[in-house]
């Protein structure tokens, strides 16, 4: 017979091992109930909303989270602005700010990856706390504040990636943002595309962040066509010339939408990501925290977006590719915002709830959706509800 106290231990180690494999297995395999009802939870137990972000942008910069099992399906391949996109789904800017977590994100099975916002100088954003999960919502409040490494250091870190040829075949989005105490609105986004324009495949002209004052009267007709203007002359500097793209916000008014429409078809702008968080507060928020000030992002702004984007494919008569975004956390609803006018989607706030099965069974899901209604390619479910 063995002393009591050392069967005990034996029995507590096999069972703390047990539950180690297991949640090793269940973390490998992407077990998308596990990872929701179970580690993102406890994760959300012990760390804040910020420190969890910081964490999960160092896992993947350090490669930690479990990489890409297997080739995206060719009926999500499409080529957009000359580039290939191996499946429609990116990460959306705001994630990897600084540029760290580039290899980690493109490992994960990302079609696209979007870094930033980068402003031209560094600079440490708002006080916090200021990143806020709404889990009732299943929505997130952020007022960041365009925290940022700085032009300098992004560009460093976009250089080792290009020269180390981790890139592989990922498409790689580029998002600028402007300083908070700059007085010279577009020479902080030409800075931008003459520092970093070079490394991306897309840039991003972000005026939409409601967390930096003014910036989104960059939205108003006059003064995004100079800056649009400004940006596409500079971008024509380049050798590789970039396509740009402007990011809006979902809080405009009809005569704002119309106007943006108009500037994106005048200046040949090539292409719009809608849409940023919402400055709205709708009834139907539960949270605790539904009265932080800052963007909301989520299932709040699930529909607003969709909506917007059928809207500005219809102004843009579809010739412009609109990067859907907002709210998106399975195959059905990226495929509801691909069919309203989207060539490609970006997700955010549901890999705060889902983590990495989120992506993983959104392009599985997306295939199905595809077979189901008889298309071959995702490009023929562009726009499909206005044909
Ligand atoms: C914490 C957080 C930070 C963000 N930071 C940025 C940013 O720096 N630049 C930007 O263009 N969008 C930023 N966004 C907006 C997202 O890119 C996206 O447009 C928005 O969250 C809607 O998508 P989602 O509902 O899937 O999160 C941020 C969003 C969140 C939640």
Same mark, same amino acid.
């Given at each position: 017979?063995k002393?009591?106290?050392?069967?005990?231990?034996?029995?507590?180690?096999?069972?703390?091992?047990?539950?180690?494999?297991?949640c090793?297995y269940?973390?490998?395999?992407?077990?998308?109930k596990?990872?929701?009802n179970?580690f993102?939870?406890?994760?959300h137990?012990?760390?804040?909303?910020?420190?969890?972000?910081k964490?999960?942008?160092?896992a993947?910069?350090?490669?930690?989270?479990?990489?890409?099992?297997?080739?995206?399906?060719?009926?999500?391949r499409?080529?957009?602005?000359?580039k290939?996109f191996?499946?429609?789904?990116?990460?959306?800017?705001?994630?990897?700010?600084?540029?760290?977590?580039?290899?980690?994100?493109?490992?994960?099975?990302?079609?696209?990856?979007?870094?930033?916002?980068?402003?031209p100088l560094p600079?440490?954003g708002?006080?916090?706390p200021?990143?806020?999960?709404?889990y009732?919502?299943?929505?997130?409040?952020?007022?960041?504040?365009?925290?940022?490494?700085?032009?300098?250091?992004?560009k460093?870190?976009?250089?080792?990636?290009?020269?180390?040829?981790?890139?592989g =075949?990922?498409?790689l989005?580029v =998002?600028?943002?402007?300083n908070?105490?700059?007085t010279?609105?577009?020479?902080?986004?030409?800075?931008?595309?003459?520092?970093?324009?070079k490394?991306?495949d897309?840039?991003v002209?972000?005026?939409?962040?409601p =967390?930096?004052?003014?910036?989104? =009267?960059?939205?108003?007709?006059?003064?995004?066509?100079?800056?649009?203007k400004a940006?596409l002359?500079e971008?024509d500097?380049?050798?590789?010339?970039?396509?740009?793209?402007?990011?809006?916000?979902?809080?405009?008014s009809?005569?704002?939408?119309?106007?943006?429409?108009?500037?994106v078809?005048?200046c040949?702008?090539?292409?719009?990501?809608?849409?940023?968080?919402?400055?709205?507060?709708?009834?139907?928020?539960?949270?605790?925290?539904?009265k932080?000030?800052?963007?909301?992002?989520?299932?709040?702004v699930?529909?607003?977006?969709?909506?917007?984007?059928?809207?500005?494919?219809?102004l843009t008569?579809?010739?412009?590719?609109i990067?859907g975004?907002?709210?998106i956390?399975?195959?059905?609803?990226?495929?509801?915002k691909?069919?309203a006018?989207a060539s490609?989607?970006?997700i955010?706030t549901a890999l705060?709830?889902?983590?990495?099965?989120?992506?993983?069974?959104?392009k599985?899901?997306?295939?199905?959706h595809?077979?189901?209604?008889?298309?071959?390619?995702?490009?023929?479910?562009?726009?499909?509800?206005?044909?």
């Amino acid at each position: 017979m063995k002393p009591p106290l050392k069967a005990l231990l034996e029995g507590f180690g096999l069972v703390v091992g047990g539950l180690g494999t297991f949640c090793c297995y269940e973390i490998y395999t992407e077990n998308q109930k596990f990872y929701a009802n179970c580690f993102m939870p406890l994760i959300h137990k012990v760390l804040d909303a910020e420190t969890a972000h910081k964490a999960a942008v160092k896992a993947l910069a350090w490669n930690l989270l479990p990489g890409r099992k297997h080739h995206d399906d060719p009926s999500l391949r499409q080529v957009i602005w000359n580039k290939e996109f191996q499946n429609p789904v990116g990460i959306a800017a705001g994630f990897d700010k600084d540029a760290e977590a580039m290899v980690g994100l493109s490992n994960m099975g990302f079609g696209f990856i979007e870094v930033g916002s980068v402003t031209p100088l560094p600079q440490i954003g708002n006080p916090k706390p200021r990143v806020f999960r709404l889990y009732e919502d299943k929505a997130v409040i952020n007022r960041y504040g365009f925290n940022s490494c700085g032009q300098e250091a992004a560009k460093h870190r976009l250089n080792k990636f290009d020269q180390h040829q981790c890139r592989g =075949n990922i498409v790689l989005g580029v =998002n600028l943002g402007k300083n908070k105490t700059s007085t010279d609105d577009v020479a902080d986004y030409i800075t931008g595309v003459r520092q970093l324009g070079k490394y991306a495949d897309y840039i991003v002209i972000n005026v939409s962040s409601p =967390n930096t004052a003014g910036l989104r =009267n960059l939205q108003q007709k006059k003064r995004l066509e100079t800056l649009c203007k400004a940006i596409l002359q500079e971008r024509d500097k380049l050798v590789n010339k970039p396509p740009v793209l402007v990011k809006i916000a979902p809080d405009l008014s009809d005569d704002d939408k119309q106007d943006i429409a108009k500037v994106v078809l005048e200046c040949n702008v090539e292409g719009l990501i809608v849409s940023n968080t919402t400055v709205r507060r709708p009834e139907s928020l539960r949270s605790v925290h539904k009265k932080e000030v800052g963007g909301l992002s989520g299932l709040p702004v699930r529909d607003v977006s969709t909506k917007l984007i059928s809207e500005m494919y219809q102004l843009t008569e579809g010739k412009v590719p609109i990067i859907g975004v907002g709210g998106i956390s399975n195959g059905t609803e990226a495929y509801e915002k691909i069919k309203a006018g989207a060539s490609l989607v970006q997700i955010y706030t549901a890999l705060v709830y889902g983590g990495p099965p989120v992506l993983t069974n959104m392009k599985k899901d997306l295939v199905e959706h595809l077979h189901k209604d008889g298309y071959e390619n995702i490009s023929q479910a562009i726009g499909a509800v206005h044909q």
